[in-house]
């Protein structure tokens, strides 16, 4: 049997039906399929992970592709078509700046490592993006698994939460399962926690179905496994049904649900965080890691400021600035920023100069990514550009190197095979290297 290909008699059966509650969004799973599918790959694993220092990670993406200059790598001593009109702020790194839009992020930099040396090829958004989502260049032969799905196959669920979770939904078909069975596809809300009653719509019970109708329907789930199992005598048969029960129990579970639940947080951290877009989503994100999910995706903004940067950046970045320099010391607080690693990418950089709108355009040569926590150095500027910011000066830095660092911290090996279709062995990441100077 291939490592991606369920057993047939999964597939034959249909019992959709009598488990009508919480679907896998974008990826038309149940949660059972999900939860029996990861099983199921389990006992396939070529060898164990190791220890890695993270336990989770969140990924905050800002699509559209920010600009260095203005948020994690100013240049305010080059001349103003280069630096823009946006002033500077000091961190708490001897010597080092962000854009002073980011004020609060300033104050928690000695939690951070900012790489200033990034670099890739692909000028175009879908493209970058695949970058920074997968570690590899896209390629017209073979889509490849993003980082959540790697680590859904790897690990699969904890505290029967889902293993890799979107908030607020997928933000684009490469934060996919790829190649990979779409059992290792993002569970997506379906909403935004920022919203007035907000809601997981896949761990609520459907309108009309109250707790009786729900175990009533567990009741006729049972009769006709009885009905397979008589049938069949499959023990695969049997053994699918505990994960129809995991689901049963993740969708009654008070704790689970409550994971999702944002109004069980403290007015005070709500507002701590800041209540619109950029706090609910880095709150829950917190939540949830807190609760055991392992990969937490969520995408903020719009940053594609071909016109008007400084107020793009005036409009978006104080909700950002607060929010994440929350994140980071109610990580620190809780004591889970040691295990949790913290990843802030987007799928480029900005043009060296100021365009004749007032803005930047693509800009794929040299950008800034910020990480912390679960085994990173704090307080660390790694690599620069040069003094216009239009290309790396010193330690460039590719995808596949900053996939292959956040896998070793989640104890992965990021040259270890997954079998693509074809029983095809491709390497979780090809040809990158640990960037030891990043880790504590």
Known sequence: MSKNCAPQHFERLN??????????????????QLLRSNAAYADLKDYKNFEGTAKSLIHIFLPGGIAHQESFDPKPHAPIEYRGEMGQVATKISGEFFGDTLAKTAQVADKLTVIRSMTHGEAAHERGTHNM?????????LTYPCIGSVVSHEYGP????????CIPNMPTEFAGSGYLSSAFAPFSLGSDPADGGFKVRDLDLPSGVDDGRFSSRRSALQAVNAHFQKKEKSDDLRAMDTFYDRAYSLISSQAAREAFDIEKEPAQIRDEYGRNQAGARML?????????????NLTYGGWDMHTGIVAGF????????????????????????????????????????????????????????VLAGGGIKGGYIHGSSNATASEPEEMAM??????????????????????????????IVDGGKVIKDLLA
């Not at 365009?355 to 800034?368: M, T």
């Open 158 to 165: 904890r505290n029967n939460l889902p293993p890799y979770v």
């Open 284 to 296: 829950l994100a917190r939540r949830l890691v807190q609760a055991g999910v392992r990969l937490v």
């Open 314 to 369: 005036r409009n978006q970045m104080p909700s950002f600035d607060q929010a994440f320099a929350t994140l980071i010391n109610d990580l620190e607080r809780t004591g889970l920023l040691k295990e949790t690693l913290v990843m802030v990418s987007s799928e480029f950089g900005r043009t060296p100069k100021i365009n004749a709108q007032a803005g930047r355009d693509h800009y794929p040569k040299v950008f800034s990514v």
């Open 15 to 32: 019992r959709r039906g009598f488990l009508s509650v919480g679907v896998i969004a974008g990826a038309g799973l149940t949660l059972p």
């Open 398 to 427: 590719g995808p596949e190197d900053l996939f292959t660092t956040a896998y070793h911290c989640m104890g992965i090996v990021a040259d270890k095979e997954l079998m693509a279709p074809g029983d095809r062995p491709i390497e």
């Open 133 to 141: 989502f997968t570690g590899y260049r896209p390629s017209p032969a």
